[in-house]
């Protein structure tokens, strides 16, 4: 299993340009969430989805769109892309279970730099 | 909303002292606090968790404690060794997935 991977590693935007960062686990887990990690700020979630076709909102959804048409993809969209979306940009996945122990697994990052 | 905050932001110790992190939360539904290592440049990793119905949880150095009553919990690191240098990220969440919230982070430093 490769486990968390997403796409790109790195990338450069310019103000008001679109981009798609790619998520996709093969694992068989049904909750999917995407993280931005700034500095001095911990991790925050922008958007989650619980299984296929179900998509929410985290705590800082604004500028960013997700969708999720199947269990093992899950791309986070800037429509149009702001300098304060300058950031590290981590997926995570795990087990749909009443035991909320389950691991939640990471993946391993796209630095995204909006100019 | 919940507001997980984490002391100390940055803590330097000898190689061999113990190390504790302390984290507040003030959601009283959160039932879920697994805390999270981060070496430079790479993805955070669950290093241990507890839920609201334990106390305390053990795992060879590492262990963490849990005070439902005030709201805080701790991650403590006996006989610190340098690969334990890292930043250490709390977190607390519920029952339901719409709440996951992070603290800002440790810093720690082990001296050899």
């Known amino acids: 299993n490769a486990g968390v991977t997403q796409t790109p590693k790195f990338h450069i935007l310019k103000t008001g340009q679109s981009m798609t960062l790619q998520c996709a686990q093969d694992?068989?887990?049904?909750?999917l969430s995407w993280y931005r990690q700034d500095p001095g700020m911990g991790l925050r979630r922008i958007h989650y989805?619980?299984?296929?076709?179900?998509?929410d909102k985290g705590e800082v959804p604004d500028g960013y769109n997700v969708s999720r048409s199947n269990t093992e993809d899950f791309p986070l969209r800037l429509e149009s892309a702001a300098p304060s979306q300058t950031s590290v940009y981590f997926c995570a996945s795990k087990l749909v279970t009443s035991d909320l122990t389950d691991t939640q697994y990471f993946g391993p990052g796209t630095r995204l730099t909006v100019l | 909303g919940e507001n997980v905050e984490q002391h100390p932001s940055t803590l330097s110790v000898q190689e061999g002292d113990s190390a504790v992190i302390k984290c507040t939360y003030s959601?009283?539904?959160?039932?879920?606090f697994p805390w999270y290592k981060q070496e430079l440049g790479k993805r955070p990793q669950l290093i241990i968790d507890?839920?609201?119905?334990?106390g305390e949880k053990k795992d060879q150095r590492i262990a963490v404690t849990l005070n439902k009553t005030a709201k805080h919990f701790s991650l403590h690191i006996t006989e610190t060794q340098p690969e334990d240098s890292a930043v250490y990220f709390c977190?607390?969440?519920?029952?339901?997935?719409?709440?996951?919230?992070f603290g800002s982070g440790t810093k720690l430093n082990v001296k050899p």
């Open positions: 694992m068989n887990h049904g909750y």
């Open positions: 507890i839920r609201s119905n334990v």
């Open positions: 977190a607390a969440t519920g029952y339901n997935f719409n709440k996951f919230y």
């Open positions: 959601d009283s539904a959160s039932n879920y």
């Open positions: 989805s619980v299984a296929a076709g179900i998509t």
